[in-house]
């Protein structure tokens, strides 16, 4: 016989090599809080239901709670024979304990102990995402409320096009976070539901109470369908989606800072500690955090293309492909929480150079539109004013001039409708002054969206609050 917990029906005991191929111990061991919380809620009902005795209870739970405290000393050798980590604790329970141990699988199969470990992993992962997210929406809104003032000039097809705050542009990331955080919401509501009671993949003969193991472990919904509850990996999915997705929001990020603190824009300086040197060009001073930010991008989409791909093909119930569903999302949520922790930072050091950025807006023709706007708001149907604000571009272009160095009457001269007040009109200050529709770049727009980010802050800190008081959290 094996001395596989399974083994019972084997002749031989498994083969090192397939052992070491099928074994997850190595990444799986970072559930070790929610495997043993989730055999404890697990052993309460069994108990509660009069399937094993409360004494066999009381022992699986101080049993549990002792090899936690080992786990978390650092004393407790994790076994590659023993597969997983299901099988690491349980062996070792028994070990300890004996039969009480024995009897804490009654009524469950790794299948559904192994969901209900990841769902409360990932839901536990959510909010310190969640949190970090929040984080970087803070520094963003510092970051345009102490630049209030600085002008430079917005991009399309990252050609100079008019004149905006800076702030505004921190504020649309802020705007993206936002999305962010209501995708992670979302992947929390879809993670905060209870596989446990779906047995290997069809229910079970005991008469166990899944609710009472739901209410236990704070789960607010509980998987209907056997089938489904084992072999859901949605939630895994939409977490690797909302990841891509908020990793594409770094990503933009950090290529503009990458570029906005190069030599040709100069529009921010990074702090010192930010960033690295050279081994060979003494001058150097380069963004590698922003460069690899937008680099570990390409790899949390691998992993959603890589479960995709996994899940697609595959039959119902459990097969054991899916166990390749963690090593992709542990690796995800470390590279989105650090990539966030570390943005936030970097932003919070970024200096914003007022003077470049204005001068970027001031040598150049980004008030065309409000030329244009000018003499439209005079009466001259747009397309004519647009066309008479690009002669005077041209007839710029051919003088070496900025459209606020031509003379009253050199504008006279492309349009008689132009009076004194076309000074005013188009400068930056007022350019950006009178963009005031609602989301425009105006400075009263702005300072009602850095009011409202406020606002969507401390609704979104309550969300994890609430969701951060659920948790489980058993102590050794
Ligand atoms: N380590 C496995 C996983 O991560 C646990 C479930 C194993 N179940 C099974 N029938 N072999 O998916």
New binding site residues.
Partial sequence: MSEKMWGGRFTKTTDEMINDFQA?IDF?KRMYHEDIAGSIAHARMLAKCGIISKDDAEKIEKGLKDILGQIERGEFTFDVAL??I?MNIEKRLTDAIGDAGARLHTARS??DQ?ALDTHMYVRREVVAVERLIVDMMNALVEVAEKNQDAIMPGYTHLQRAQPILFAHHMLAYFAMMTRDFERFAGVYSRADIMPLGAGALAGTTFPIDRAFVADELNFGRIYHNSLDAVSDRDYIMEFLSAASMLMVHLSRLAEETILWCSREFSFVELDDAHCTGSSMMPQKKNPDVSELVRGKTGRVIGHLMAMFTTVKGLPLA?N?D??ED?EGIFDAIDTVKFSLAVYARILRGMKVKKDVMKRAVDEDFSNATDLADYLAKKGMPFRKAHAVSGSAVHYCIEHHKWLEDLSLDEFKALSPMFDEDIFEAIRPETCVKNRNSLGGTSYTQVAAQIKAARDIIAADTKTADEQEAKQIKIEA
């Fill in positions: 997850s799986d597969e997983d299901h790794r299948n192994v459990y054991k899916l166990q963690k």
